[in-house]
């Protein structure tokens, strides 16, 4: 199973850039990387995926060295309402069972 | 997401009783899942299902069972519960082609007394 390593808690104030960083050491050929937000007592949100190099949308951007061995989930200028714990992923089509497992994630704390 | 519902949002129930859980999703996906979630925890995976004849274990399956009754319903029983099953209960979608993404519902809030 693809194991990931994110820090347990990062803080920030208010209109700083956030990067989160998550080793996925055995990351497999087909798998991709997904990135998820979740505030309390809600399910995860998916935020941003990727498989390669970088990707970006209208909430954050992801950055894929090319070893894949490593992602960065970048938030521009983030806000208080981007308190939130952040959960790396890594998997993705396959035939011989589930492979997605979720860890612990980074709680982000934004400070005014 | 709206596309994924969950019954009932918060349960009390005694030691020893039989409940269930219950997932409905609009999303036409094959794939579900449950998962709980303890507080100041990641979510662990219960079960999950990849299409309707399909019912696979997860890492914490003991004390529970799943049914798949149609590809839109995937309902989680605890046959006896036990307080050490309080928890947040989350199901989830997701599509193959959409390379595993997954929807989660709002979560239903169990405690166990």
């Known amino acids: 199973l693809a194991k990931t390593t994110q820090p347990i808690s990062m803080d920030s104030y208010e209109g700083q850039e956030v990067n989160i960083t998550c080793s996925h050491n055995?990351?497999?050929?087909?798998?991709?990387i997904t990135w998820y937000q979740q505030f309390p007592s809600q399910g995860p949100r998916f935020i941003i995926q990727?498989?390669?190099t970088k990707v970006t949308n209208e909430v954050a951007s992801l950055f894929i060295p090319a070893d894949r061995k490593s992602s960065t989930l970048s938030l521009p200028r983030v806000s208080l309402s981007d308190t939130a714990v952040y959960y790396c992923l890594v998997g993705g089509p396959n035939t011989g069972g589930f492979k997605t497992i979720f860890g612990a994630g980074t709680r982000l704390f934004v400070k005014a | 997401d709206a596309d994924v519902t969950q019954t009932p949002r918060n349960r009390i129930t005694k030691t020893g009783k039989r409940i269930m859980l219950e997932c409905s999703q609009t999303k036409g996906h094959d794939r579900m899942y449950w998962y709980r979630q303890d507080p100041g925890l990641g979510l662990r995976l219960i079960y999950y299902?990849?299409?309707?004849?399909?019912?696979n274990k997860g890492e914490i399956s003991d004390g529970y069972s799943v049914s798949r009754q149609a590809q839109a319903k995937f309902s989680l029983s605890l046959e006896s519960a036990i307080p050490n099953q309080t928890a947040l209960y989350f199901c989830a979608t997701s599509d193959l082609n959409s390379q595993e993404t997954q929807y989660f519902g709002p979560g239903t809030r169990l405690l166990v007394l």
């Open positions: 299902s990849f299409d309707v004849k399909d019912i």
């Open positions: 055995n990351i497999a050929t087909n798998d991709y």
């Open positions: 990727g498989y390669k």
